[in-house]
């Protein structure tokens, strides 16, 4: 007897397809979840939007975490590498891998 894969059906609605634009992320964590706010800066603008908030476990944040360096890599195997650009003012923040926190000046 062959077991069948359990198939998990998503819908992706007309408005959730559409998708949100975002330059920023900003990433804090409790104990519980970690929150990604995904922000919209505009030049010349003194204010940015947060276009999207995304709750995650931890558990979930790692997968998260595992599957965009898998698709990062296979992105820069087809296209090319991806090169980082730094921050106005100098070098990345902390020099460790961090998303810049637009709060911290």
């Not at 908030?53 to 558990?59: A, G, L, N, Y």
């Not at 944040?61 to 698709?71: E, S, Y």
């Not at 106005?88 to 998303?99: L, N, Q, T, V």
């Amino acid at each position: 007897m062959e077991q069948q894969k359990n198939e998990l059906k998503i819908e992706l609605t007309p408005e959730v397809a559409g998708g949100h634009y975002s330059n920023l992320a900003v990433i804090a964590h409790s104990a519980n979840e970690f929150f990604l706010d995904f922000i919209t800066v505009a030049p010349n603008m003194p204010q940015a939007k947060v276009v999207s908030r995304i709750i995650m476990s931890p558990e979930n944040a790692k997968n998260l975490l595992f599957a965009l360096r898998d698709n990062l890599a296979k992105y820069e195997q087809t296209f090319g590498e991806i090169t980082r650009k730094e921050p106005k003012g100098g070098k990345p923040a902390g020099g460790k891998g961090e998303i810049p926190n637009p709060f911290m000046a």
